[in-house]
T-cell receptor, first 113, second 110 residues
Framework: SQTIHQWPATLVQPVGSPLSLECTVE??????LYWYRQAAGRGLQLLFY??????ISSEVPQNLSASRPQDRQFILSSKKLLLSDSGFYLC????????????FGQGTRLTVV | SQKIEQNSEALNIQEGKTATLTCNYT??????LQWYRQDPGRGPVFLLL?????KEKRKERLKVTFDTTLKQSLFHITASQPADSATYLC?????????FGKGTKLSVKP
């Protein structure tokens, strides 16, 4: 069966520090991968999605970046965190976008102080 | 711009009643709409997917409708229970991405 792993579960980082969140999927190949952010009391904001290795589409311009170095690995990064980067970050995967269900990781609660 | 909207931020109902949540879309015609449940501090969990050529889909106490004329999907929970309290999200897929509405927080009171 397929599983998605996302870590860490919580993270407290100072302003200006770098960020690296990792997400891996097991049990499937060539998944569509997504990074979302959910600010407190807000909806899910799509940050990046990837349909294949090295293929990254950005939905919202910001100081975050994403990479997909391997088929089932998706990484969210920042060189310098801002206070506004605080939120709940979720990784997800699907077989096809839109017409199949998406499976979400447990999320990372990031607090930038 | 293409939008998917859930206009009700919150819905409070009594146990046993039917909860009806609304999802509207504008400026495009999605081939599919999905519904998810999200509990606090957790990732969303998929519930139902409905295609544009399907008027209605059911799963246990859940029912989803898709009205392409009104550009709207309705999500119903019949015989609601306090355990149904959560935030419910609708989503549409397009060109590789999956976009969510802001969600409706449902509270079922005993």
């Amino acid at each position: 069966s397929q599983t998605i792993h996302q870590w860490p579960a919580t993270l407290v980082q100072p302003v200006g520090s770098p960020l690296s969140l990792e997400c891996t999927v097991e049990g499937t190949s060539n998944p569509n991968l997504y990074w979302y952010r959910q600010a407190a009391g807000r909806g899910l904001q799509l940050l990046f999605y990837s349909v294949g290795i090295g293929q990254i589409s950005s939905e919202v311009p910001q100081n975050l970046s994403a990479s997909r170095p391997q088929d089932r690995q998706f990484i969210l990064s920042s060189k310098k965190l801002l206070l506004s980067d605080s939120g709940f970050y979720l990784c997800a995967w699907s077989v096809h976008p839109g017409d199949t269900e998406a499976f979400f990781g447990q999320g990372t609660r990031l607090t930038v102080v | 711009s293409q939008k998917i909207e859930q206009n009700s931020e919150a819905l409070n109902i009594q146990e046993g009643k039917t909860a009806t949540l609304t999802c509207n879309y504008t400026n495009y015609s999605p081939a599919y709409l999905q519904w998810y449940r999200q509990d606090p501090g957790r990732g969303p969990v998929f519930l139902l997917l409905i295609r544009e050529n399907e008027k209605e889909k059911r799963k246990e106490r859940l029912k989803v409708t898709f009205d392409t004329t009104l550009k709207q999907s309705l999500f119903h929970i019949t015989a609601s229970q306090p355990a149904d309290s959560a935030t419910y999200l609708c989503a549409r897929g397009s060109q590789g991405n999956l976009i969510f509405g802001k969600g409706t927080k449902l509270s079922v009171k005993p």
